[in-house]
Structures are given as structure tokens and as C-alpha cells.
């Protein structure tokens, strides 16, 4: 294989996989906060903390991309 | 869907395994997946010669075109992973390819089969970075600022969660919905061969959905090598 065509398969890779993974991480998020929430018996607080940090999460993963992608 | 017909769960039935192997297609394609890659395997290495021959040259285009492909992802600290990476890609293609044959099962097509291959390959990436880094793996973890761990901490917590879901219901989902599609198309116009396109891109899409696991992995076992940002 070409050692171009290799780099260009792992970046379509990397980028094709950065929607689901914002996705997930967000439900990732709500999900635990709304696990501890039953485990604490605090109800809404923690959902919306953990839903706030999967969001971060997920917009984390799409700076990391950003700065990747400056490279070209 | 229940499948109309599966081979092998009329061979269990010979031995009177036939309502457990009905409940548990995967299991008893992923042996048959299993198997099929160890025979191979046998044959490929029975006769390895300095100057290789027919079968040879298939399995060595293969093999070591992959592997120069990992390290150049990894580097060269990523060969040793390097047999755990092409097991999952062959186990994956196989399962894949396995769902196109009728009275088949494909394996990758149930969350359980997935589901383990993507634990392996994420935990795998684990391990390597505790291998390579030691205890200083964790400052993957802990983002560049020291005051700021607090928040890394969970938010990285939760994007190394969201690499081993995104394996599993990628991979699932298209081999799934690939199976429901054939199996609505033959129900509607099985008689006008229907599903033969579908079927024809589902070669593809095996390959394809085989290619991206396995290079996600490489990818993540490459993230865990390198140092913390």
C-alpha cells in the first residue's frame, strides 16, 4: 500500500467516525447523570451535569479534530 | 426477525441442542467463523517456503501489506499489537462476508459478538498505553492544565466510553440493518431476486465495515502510544 493512500484512509477513518462519536458522548453523559441521580436520590441536578459534560465531551472531540485538521 | 432457516442449528438439532442453538445464532457462527479462519491459517502456514507459491502469495500480500500499513500508523512500537489487529480484522470479515450465504448468520450481526470485539480492542489500547507509559498514563486523562482536572477528568472518562459504544453499534448497526433488508426484499419480491443488489453491496459493505474496526483500533492503540497532549 502506498504510504499516501494509507494516511488518506486513516483521516477518513478519524473523521468519518467523529459524528457518532459526538452523538454517543452525549448520551453517554445523560446517562450516567441520570444513573447517579437514582443512586443519590438527587433528582434533577446530576442529570444535567452529566448532560453538560457529555456535551463538552462531544465538542471536545470536534476541536481535537479542528486542531488535526489545520495541519493541511 | 427470526431467520426462516439456519444451517447450523439443524446440525445442533442432530444432537439435540436444537432450542439452544436457535437462541444463540451468534455463538454457533462465530465457531463456525472461528473455525474457518484456524483451517486457513493451517493451511497458509503448512507449507511456508523462501520463494512462495499460489496460496502463499495471497496470505503474504495480505499479511504483511497490512502490517507495514499498522506501523505506519503506530510506528514501530505498534508491531507487537500487530496479530491481535489482523485476528480482528479476518474474525470481522469473515462474520461479515458470512451473513451474505444463505442459512447463514452473520455474527457481527448480534450486539454480543461487537460488543466483545470492540471491549478487546479499546482495553487492548489500554494496556498498551500502560505498557509504554507507566504510571504517566493517566496524564491522558487529565488534560494540560492541572486546576482544570476536575473537568477533564469525567469528560475524558466519558469519550474513551463513547469509543467502545461507537465500535460496537457501527459495526452492528450496518450488519444488522444490511440482514433486515435482504431478508424484507426476499420476503416482498424474493421471486424477482430483489435483494441481489442489496446482496452485491453487502460485499462491499463487509469489507468496508471490516477495514474502518480495524483501523479504528490501530487508531486507538496509535492514541494510547503517543504522548499526552
Known amino acids: 500500500m502506498k504510504k499516501e493512500t494509507g494516511n488518506n484512509l486513516r483521516e477518513l477513518g478519524y473523521f468519518a467516525s467523529l459524528g457518532i462519536s459526538v452523538a454517543l458522548s452525549i448520551f453517554i453523559g445523560l446517562g450516567l447523570g441520570l444513573w447517579l441521580d437514582k443512586k443519590f436520590d438527587t433528582d434533577p441536578v446530576l442529570m444535567f451535569v452529566g448532560l453538560g459534560l457529555g456535551i463538552v465531551a462531544g465538542f471536545s472531540n470536534i476541536i481535537r479534530a479542528g486542531k488535526k485538521g489545520k495541519n493541511y | 426477525m427470526e431467520h426462516p432457516y439456519l444451517f447450523l442449528t439443524s446440525v445442533f438439532g442432530l444432537f439435540g441442542l436444537e432450542e439452544w442453538a436457535a437462541h444463540h445464532p451468534h455463538v454457533t457462527y462465530?465457531?463456525?467463523?472461528?473455525?474457518?479462519?484456524?483451517?486457513?491459517?493451517?493451511?497458509?502456514?503448512?507449507?511456508?517456503?523462501?520463494?512462495?507459491?499460489?496460496?502463499?502469495?495471497?496470505?503474504?500480500?495480505?499479511?504483511?501489506?497490512?502490517?507495514?500499513?499498522?506501523?505506519?500508523?503506530?510506528?514501530?512500537?505498534?508491531?507487537?499489537?500487530?496479530?491481535?489487529?489482523?485476528?480482528?480484522?479476518?474474525?470481522?470479515?469473515?462474520?461479515?462476508?458470512?451473513?451474505?450465504?444463505?442459512?447463514?448468520?452473520?455474527?457481527?450481526?448480534?450486539?454480543?459478538?461487537?460488543?466483545?470485539?470492540?471491549?478487546?480492542?479499546?482495553?487492548w489500547s489500554h494496556v498498551v498505553g500502560?505498557?509504554?507509559?507507566?504510571?504517566?498514563?493517566?496524564?491522558?486523562?487529565?488534560?494540560?492544565?492541572?486546576?482544570?482536572?476536575?473537568?477533564?477528568?469525567?469528560?475524558?472518562?466519558?469519550?474513551?466510553?463513547?469509543?467502545?459504544?461507537?465500535?460496537?453499534?457501527?459495526?452492528?448497526?450496518?450488519?444488522?440493518?444490511?440482514?433486515?433488508?435482504?431478508?424484507?426484499?426476499?420476503?416482498?419480491?424474493?421471486?424477482?431476486?430483489?435483494?441481489?443488489?442489496?446482496?452485491?453491496m453487502g460485499v462491499f459493505v463487509a469489507l468496508v465495515q471490516a477495514f474502518v474496526f480495524f483501523l479504528l483500533s490501530t487508531m486507538y492503540i496509535a492514541g494510547a502510544i503517543e504522548e499526552a497532549h
Do not use: C, D
Open chain 2, 30 to 123: 462465530m465457531w463456525l467463523a472461528m473455525i474457518i479462519l484456524i483451517v486457513f491459517g493451517w493451511l497458509a502456514g503448512k507449507s511456508v517456503s523462501l520463494v512462495p507459491e499460489t496460496a502463499q502469495n495471497v496470505f503474504e500480500v495480505l499479511i504483511s501489506g497490512l502490517e507495514e500499513f499498522v506501523v505506519s500508523i503506530t510506528g514501530e512500537e505498534g508491531r507487537k499489537s500487530y496479530p491481535l489487529l489482523i485476528s480482528i480484522f479476518l474474525f470481522v470479515l469473515v462474520g461479515n462476508l458470512m451473513g451474505l450465504v444463505p442459512s447463514f448468520f452473520a455474527p457481527t450481526a448480534s450486539v454480543n459478538t461487537t460488543m466483545a470485539l470492540a471491549l478487546i480492542a479499546v482495553g
Open chain 2, 130 to 200: 500502560v505498557w509504554h507509559h507507566g504510571f504517566k498514563y493517566i496524564k491522558h486523562f487529565l488534560g494540560p492544565v492541572p486546576l482544570m482536572i476536575p473537568l477533564f477528568l469525567p469528560i475524558e472518562l466519558i469519550a474513551h466510553l463513547a469509543r467502545v459504544l461507537s465500535l460496537t453499534f457501527r459495526l452492528f448497526g450496518n450488519m444488522m440493518g444490511h440482514e433486515l433488508v435482504v431478508l424484507i426484499l426476499l420476503m416482498l419480491g424474493g421471486m424477482f431476486l430483489a435483494p441481489l443488489p442489496v446482496m452485491a
